[in-house]
């Protein structure tokens, strides 16, 4: 990626993700109706995003768009990550983890690893390495039927993590589990992301799950959808559930009131 | 135990069944011994191990088992290799399936061993001809099953393999379209197999070396003993192909029974 040089001021962190004037209509959408529109969005290298929405806004589309799954109809989409023969610049998170049924737990984790330029005993380490740091060694063994929820969910996450991208996209990966497990798996992906230094982009419906992870919050809102809302948390982690509620409830307002603007006034 | 209705489980199913064949060998054993049924209809149970001693020691059992396996795994071998790829190609590629779709419309409802006179034709009472009338039947069911197996593939494994670098073309094929269609494309290959032991009997008696053929000499003379050696010889081949090819599904499908 050949970045023009310009003399930013030190405080300004580097980015990652450049999103600029981006556009996206489905093709198969005879209606051409625009999803996503006049997107502007930078995300700065090695922090935690959030990206909150309602239902069928576009969230998802944004990331299938940012992870290159989606071409944009209009814009730019530029991913500032060095390209590697050993790593992938980004990796998505699925909400239902989407693991193949006939690989067991290590072969699923090396899933995205045989892409890359490693030797079977560098793939067989990376994916032991990336199941640890999960929580999932001893499963390593296992077929995904074999599995709960939440470890499939950990499977994902480290399938994600194992080709060590600079750029991590999880599209509501913990929305499918009960309240424990999720609270669990929020605070082993702060341990992650805080241990890789991995950039995250994070689509969530779940203001307090956003509050709580993110060091920025970015709401979408209107048809097309655009940014509407941001919000910087600076507050170090680890944070107190109870004690973000005022942050909450100025996402909320944001939400509502666009969701009434998207509405038509 | 008294409590249970009369058309309750037994409790001894498999002393039953045992039973059950023995009355049914020893009932037909004696209308033939006592000439209720002449043995040039019906050979007594009792003379077919003796045929088999006989079909062994000079040599024919073994020669047209040979021959049958020979063909019959030639035609099951190619027919079910064409019928996959032909049949996933047609999922895979819009293009080729509009242009095999009248082709295929045309040539399907033809039943295989209606091709038994071209294959003679062509071919001549030959291993090939009777290879090529298996082959037919067998492509056929391996066509429709790998076509739908392959149509039913996740779509969201193909956008899974995308996202991690793993999208092209072969890549897809290999890593996930064929694993996940795998369980549908081995079905499609084990009825395959039941269906090429019957088109292996038909081309036979067609005069191609083999089974079929040693059956429709046994019919000449009226050696029902040998007639009824080679029909329990076919089922044995065909129970033991798919005992084997079970074998092989329950080991290479483990993942669908967790
Ligand atoms: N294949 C498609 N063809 C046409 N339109 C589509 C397609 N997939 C999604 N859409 C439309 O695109 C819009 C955005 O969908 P998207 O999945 O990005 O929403 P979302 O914000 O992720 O919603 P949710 O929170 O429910 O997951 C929706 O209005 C949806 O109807
Ligand atoms: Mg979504």
Redesign the pocket.
């Known amino acids: 990626m050949d970045t023009p040089v310009t003399k930013a001021p030190p405080a300004a962190p580097e980015a990652i993700v450049k999103l600029q004037g981006l556009a996206f209509a ?1 093709p ?2 005879t209606s051409g109706r625009n ?1 996503l529109a006049g997107l502007d969005l930078v995300l700065p290298r090695g922090g935690f995003t959030a990206v909150v ?10 990331l299938r768009v940012v992870a290159g799954l989606a071409r944009p109809s209009a814009g730019e989409v530029r991913l500032l990550a060095r390209p590697r023969p050993d790593r992938r610049p980004a990796a998505l998170v699925f909400q239902d983890a989407r693991l193949m049924p006939w690989r067991q737990v290590a072969a699923n984790v090396a899933f995205g690893l045989e892409g890359l330029h490693l030797s079977a005993a560098e793939r067989r380490r990376r994916a032991q390495e990336a199941l640890a740091l999960v929580g999932l060694a001893a499963e390593a063994d296992k077929w995904p039927a074999q599995l709960s929820g939440g470890q499939r969910q950990r499977v994902g996450l480290a399938r994600a993590l194992a080709v060590e991208p600079d750029l991590l996209l999880m ?2 990966p913990f929305s499918a589990l009960d309240a424990i497990t999720r609270h669990t798996l929020q605070d082993e992906l702060l341990r992650v992301w805080q241990k890789t230094g991995a950039s995250v982009l994070f ?1 969530t ?1 779940d203001l307090d799950e956003a509050a709580y992870l993110a060091d920025r919050v970015v709401v ?1 809102g209107g048809t097309p959808a655009r940014v509407v809302h941001e919000l910087t948390l600076d507050m170090p982690h680890p944070r107190l559930r109870g004690a973000l509620a005022e942050e909450v409830a100025g996402l909320r307002r944001a939400l509502e009131q666009n969701f009434v603007g998207g509405a038509g006034i | 135990m008294k409590d249970l209705p009369a058309g309750g489980p037994p409790r001894y199913p498999v002393l039953l069944s045992a039973a059950g064949l023995a009355i049914f060998l020893g009932v037909w054993e004696a209308t033939v011994r006592t000439g209720l049924l002449p043995p040039a209809w019906v050979p007594a149970p009792s003379a077919v191990p003796l045929a088999l001693v006989r079909e062994i020691r000079n040599g024919i059992w073994i020669t047209a088992v040979g021959d049958s396996l020979s063909h019959y795994a030639t035609g099951v071998i190619i027919g079910s290799l064409l019928g996959i790829t032909v049949g996933a190609a047609v999922a895979l590629l819009p293009r080729f399936d509009a242009a095999q779709a009248w082709v295929a419309r045309l040539l399907r409802p033809i039943p295989p061993l209606a091709w038994i006179p071209f294959a003679l034709i062509w071919f001549g009472a030959s291993q090939t001809a009777a290879a090529f009338i298996i082959g037919v039947g067998v492509f056929w069911l391996n066509y429709f099953a790998s076509q739908s197996a392959v149509r039913a593939v996740d779509s969201g494994l193909i956008e899974l393999a995308a996202a991690f670098g793993q999208g092209g073309f072969f890549r897809r094929l290999w890593k996930v379209v064929l694993p996940a269609a795998s369980p549908g494309i081995f079905s499609g290959v084990r009825s395959g197999l039941g269906q090429g032991w019957m088109a292996v009997v038909a081309a036979e008696l067609f005069g191609i070396p083999g089974v079929g053929q040693r059956m429709t000499e046994a019919a000449g003379v009226l050696a029902t003993d040998v007639l009824v050696l080679y029909m329990l010889t076919i089922a044995l081949l065909y129970g033991l192909t798919d005992f084997l090819f079970e074998l092989i599904t329950n080991r290479a499908m483990a993942w669908t029974r967790q």
Request: aromatic letters at 0%; proline letters at 5%.
């Open positions: 489905h198969n959408d999803v929405g309602p239902s069928g806004v576009g969230k998802s589309t944004l599209d509501e689509v419906h979408l």
